[in-house]
């Protein structure tokens, strides 16, 4: 059933919302929603895991296709033709998507500052290639109008572009992509809803085996004992690096390396004097203003507080597993 329609349209160079009106929801779809370099893959390879009951890799972007992404033009047959359970990929706030009762959403969040710090060693990795691609993305589009950003490449530079201009109407930071003020905020509203399963980057790396079960627990899937520890050891960063032309195959046509440039270190605090204090003061003073103390909290260092109705998923009692 459908709970909400999506309020507003997003448009970048990289997303169109207006993608998900043929969006045809199945009763037990799962949706993975999150902003750029949170740990989007490493949430699709956890939940394919689940759902097919293996490690063995696979193709993530054809298993789990990113809805919203603006050069995928096949990929509504695609997600219509799957007969296994969908795990569907976004990159959009809660307000750009339609949002149903009976499809389950996981949200995963990581410090902002160590996502721009990714996004911005991803981004010096587009090859030639995606780069036109996105120069003409920006330039057929009316609502953009000029070509895709130059990227700088210093992270200091980057991070204060990131932190202090927007590109789409309404925001005032994210540049090149949303506001991941605004990002945040939005889904932050909705965790209390049944359906909707918050994980935090931080946790997935200092306890993946527990997320794991927490994620397993949240989409009901048993899964036996004697496989769960084949599971945990194909999540870890190191094991998707490993099988990274398996699990990401014909990504060198968007990165310089291919694979090994989009599973790069997965390592935080890289913004720790790499940037410029009076940037990190607005950081702090926008995510004040946007966050109440308790999420803010939460999103730079992870572990749901306690109180809140998602703690108390954290600490439910596990599946079968």
Same mark, same amino acid.
């Given at each position: ?210 997320? +794991? &079960? *927490?994620? #397993? $627990?949240? =989409?009901?899937?048993? /899964? @036996? ?14 094991? +998707? &690096? *490993?099988? #990274? $032309?398996? =699990?990401?195959?014909? /990504? @060198? ?16 605090? *890289? ?51």
């Amino acid at each position: 059933m459908l709970a909400q329609s999506g309020q507003r349209q997003y448009k970048t160079w990289f997303v169109d919302s207006g993608r998900w009106r043929h969006y045809r929801p199945r009763p037990d779809d799962i949706v993975i929603a999150t902003y750029q370099k949170c740990g989007t893959t490493w949430m699709q390879r956890i939940v394919g895991m689940l759902v097919f009951q293996t490690s063995e890799p696979m193709p993530i972007m054809q298993m789990s296709p990113w809805i919203d992404r603006r050069q995928s033009a096949a990929v509504d047959a695609l997600i219509e033709a799957q007969t296994h359970r969908r795990f569907l990929k976004s990159h959009l706030p809660l307000d750009g998507l339609p949002f149903y009762d009976d499809v389950k959403y996981i949200h995963v969040a990581r410090d902002g500052r160590d996502a721009c710090l990714s996004y911005h060693q991803h981004c010096l990795g587009y090859t030639a290639q995606a780069l036109e691609r996105l120069n003409s993305v920006g330039m057929e589009d009316e609502s953009i109008g000029r070509v895709y950003p130059e990227v700088p490449r210093e992270p200091r530079e980057f991070f204060h572009r990131w932190v202090t201009r927007g590109e789409v109407d309404g925001h005032e930071d994210g540049s090149p992509g949303l506001s991941f003020f605004q990002f945040e905020k939005s889904w932050w509203e909705a965790r209390n809803r049944p359906n909707v399963l918050f994980v935090h980057y931080n946790d997935l790396k200092s306890d993946l085996s527990s997320e +794991m &079960r *927490r994620i #397993a $627990d949240f =989409l009901e899937i048993a /899964v @036996e004992p004697s496989l769960w520890p084949k599971l945990v050891a194909a999540a870890e960063f190191e094991s +998707m &690096r *490993r099988d #990274a $032309d398996a =699990l990401m195959p014909n /990504v @060198e046509v968007t990165f310089k390396e291919g694979g090994r440039t989009f599973f790069h270190k997965g390592v935080n605090d *890289r913004w720790r004097g790499a940037v410029n204090e009076d940037d990190l003061a607005i950081y702090e003073a926008k995510a004040a203003a946007a966050f109440s103390p308790q999420f803010a909290r939460w999103l730079a260092q992870g572990r749901i507080p306690a109180g809140d109705p998602q703690s108390a998923a954290s600490s439910a009692p596990h599946a079968a597993i």
